[in-house]
């Protein structure tokens, strides 16, 4: 998952803002001590600081909007525009990202409570209709249009941005649609900040654990005198407990746990950012928040395309799926064979599924995760990504981090030796982070105005499980392939060559932006890079042996029919809700959706949508992207398969061609100028056995 930074993210087509991307100051002379962002912030701090550079933008702003007609230019309106917000960004972007990192609550608090602060002031600022006026102006005519292709894409996609937003309304019904923008904003944030300091636990008897792996079991909190173990409702957590505990009451606990996260609270978030949402549509124009979202920013253009596009896959996921289900309900007879016939519950998939792989086809995670330490196949991973885009990865000694586990890296191109960017990698599960899996640009490529290129800085957060005393953290081959894709998240965000922040790095249309990532996840199912990557935590020379790789590489479609259509649910879910122009309840409305297309009863009294953060985070009404843009991930992939996954010059073409444009040209267009042709549907098709 790509997670923007995005304190304004009502609007994923708005460019000029939602995707404005942070720009460094970061110079090439810096010292190590200089390099990356801050994170020792005392209490107050990052409060003063996001005051003091909102002060700043509006100031700035207030000097762009003193410049007379007449005198009015690209350069002193959109460019000076889209410069000051790049700054802007680049103050309080690196703030707010400590909401999903630092350790102390209240620091915590205070970015979050930044990140409603900058929405509500941007909500602001791109419904300011005189400041409008004044950068229409700078766009030169027709006629006397001298820009460059990239002054006119910004140009254009900045005014975009304000046209969105009601432009064309009267004052007073302009002025309702600032404050009804400056509310969802401060909605998201709070969505965001119940989720990141949730702490929902459960406990567990000893018999209930039976299957699980005894060095997880280890790092729990055992009671004296209960001799119950306390578990943290958090992702590491999921990918032990539902895959291998024998027990389904511990199973149903943990999912029913899991699945209420924030239950009460962002349910209530949640209906009244839909409910702001659909009169925000109403009072711009718009039949449904879906109809406005879609309409510009989005390669699928318009919700009668992107339902075609869902329905298209329904009609064939749903057999596939059946099938899986029917696959697990027979495993489970096994267990019951005094029971006429068994229910497969929403606690079972998972389950079963991975002891149909260790029973029948002789795969067994855990043991395959022995092969996968996180320190050899994130040093494997490097060693691919340096061959195929030409860079070298370094990490910074001594640099300053926000917790144990951190480290900051630098991205240095292998043919000029120069630094191109930093990342940091924060990978291993703790208490108060941001609980899943994601890839953050905080700070964005930019030419700034002394000519000097500006360095990006981008952070892979996860929740791998933490290394204990006597083992490493071991990665389960989906957490490697995870790895993989948001790693190429990462390689999107720094290595753009576009000289404008709100069009640089993984600034795309947002229903693309997930392609590239996914392509790359295709590296992980190929037996010689799983040889490369792999190394037994007991003895490193030890590689996954290739019988192994090669069975669990037969598995890969094995249960693509539930998962695609688990990832249906979320799309039409996304898209029941957004296109919905009344109130409705968004719990049933999930259950009646999850029912329909997984085919599995939901478990009751839960709130999946209370924790379902991509449609509370720049994801609404694009939750469809995921699988629209696996459609493209698999046609590119198309040219290394038949030229090499290693190859460093389809690599290089891949890097130059795609990923380092940014917005500078339409999907479309990157997609023809890589692969020679059209994109097609093929390989998406056989991708997932259909």
Not at 47 to 75: E, M, Y
Not at 178 to 200: M, R, V, Y
Not at 306 to 315: C, G, I
């Amino acid at each position: 998952m790509q997670k923007k930074l995005r304190p304004f993210v009502y609007s994923t087509s708005f460019l000029a803002l939602a995707q404005l991307g942070a720009c460094s100051s970061l110079q090439q002379n810096q010292s190590p001590q200089e390099l990356g962002i801050r994170s020792d912030y005392a209490e107050q701090q990052i409060s003063q600081l996001c005051k003091t550079s909102l002060q700043d933008l509006q100031t700035k702003i207030d000097q762009i909007k003193k410049i007379p007609v007449g005198q009015r230019t690209f350069q002193n309106t959109l460019l000076t525009f889209e410069r000051v917000t790049a700054d802007f960004s680049d103050q309080v972007t690196p703030l707010i990202f400590m909401e999903n990192v630092h350790s102390n609550k209240a620091i915590r608090k205070e970015a979050s409570a930044c990140e409603a602060d900058t929405g509500t002031a941007l909500a602001a600022l791109y419904t300011d209709h005189d400041l409008y006026l004044i950068l229409k102006d700078g766009k030169p005519t027709d006629s006397s249009n001298n820009l460059s292709t990239i002054d006119q894409r910004l140009a254009y996609w900045t005014l975009i941005g304000f046209e969105k937003n009601g432009m064309n309304l009267p004052p007073e019904q302009l002025k309702k649609v600032s404050q009804l923008f400056q509310e969802l904003a401060t909605l998201q944030s709070k969505f965001s900040e119940n989720i990141n300091n949730d702490e929902s636990t459960i406990t567990a008897s000893p018999e209930e654990l039976n299957g699980i792996a005894a060095d997880y079991i280890a790092t729990l909190k055992q009671d004296q005198t209960s001799h119950l173990y306390t578990i943290s409702v958090r992702r590491d957590a999921y990918e032990k407990i539902l895959p291998n505990a024998e027990s389904a009451a511990l199973r149903k606990r943990f999912l029913t746990s899991y699945y209420n996260i924030q239950g009460q609270a962002n349910t209530a978030v949640m209906e009244k950012a839909l409910a702001v949402r659909r009169e925000l549509a109403k009072d711009l124009g718009y039949k449904s928040w879906a109809d406005y979202q879609l309409e510009n920013g989005r390669m699928a253009k318009n919700v009668k395309t992107t339902m075609a596009f869902l329905n298209s896959l329904r009609s064939k996921l749903v057999i596939k799926n059946k099938e899986v289900l029917e696959k697990i309900r027979v495993a489970k007879q096994k267990y019951f064979p005094h029971v006429k016939s068994v229910r497969v519950e929403a606690w079972d998939p998972v389950y079963y599924l991975n002891q149909i792989k260790k029973t029948q086809f002789k795969v067994d995670e855990e043991a395959i995760a022995e092969y996968f330490p996180a320190d050899t196949v994130i040093q494997g991973m490097f060693d691919i990504y340096s061959t195929l885009f030409h860079v070298r990865f370094e990490r910074v000694a001594d640099a300053k981090v926000w917790a144990e586990n951190v480290s900051l890296y630098k991205i240095i191109d292998q043919d000029t030796h120069n630094v191109r960017a930093y990342f940091y990698a924060d990978l291993f599960s703790r208490t108060g982070k941001y609980n899943h899996f994601a890839a953050f640009p905080i700070i964005s490529a930019r030419i700034l105005p002394d000519g000097k290129w500006s360095l990006p800085i981008a952070s892979i957060v996860g929740n791998f499980p933490a290394p204990t005393a006597t083992k490493p953290s071991l990665l389960q081959h989906d957490m490697v392939e995870t790895l993989f894709h948001e790693f190429g998240h990462i390689m999107h965000q720094t290595l753009s060559t576009v000289p404008y922040a709100s069009l640089s790095g993984s600034n795309t249309l947002q229903d693309f932006v997930e392609a590239p990532s996914q392509m790359l996840e295709n590296w992980v199912w190929n037996p010689t890079i799983l040889q490369k990557i792999s190394g037994h935590y007991r003895n490193p020379s030890q590689k996954i042996p290739e019988a192994l790789a090669q069975q669990k590489i037969a598995l890969r479609s094995f249960d693509a029919g539930y998962f695609y259509s688990r990832q249906l649910v979320f799309g039409f879910y996304d898209m029941e809700i957004h296109r919905a122009t009344h109130a409705i309840d968004i719990n049933r409305t999930f259950a009646k959706v999850y029912r329909d297309i997984q085919r599995i009863d939901p478990i009751p009294h839960t709130h999946f949508p209370a924790s379902f953060g991509h449609l509370m985070g720049g994801y609404d009404a694009g939750y469809y992207g995921y699988l629209w843009s696996k459609v493209y991930a698999e046609d590119m992939f198309t040219r290394f398969d038949q030229e090499g996954l290693t190859n460093p010059t389809v690599g290089l073409q891949y890097r130059d061609r795609v990923i380092s444009q940014g917005n500078a040209r339409d999907p479309m267009e990157l997609l023809t100028d890589f692969l020679g042709r059209k994109p097609n549907l093929d390989a998406f098709y056989k991708s997932v056995g259909l």
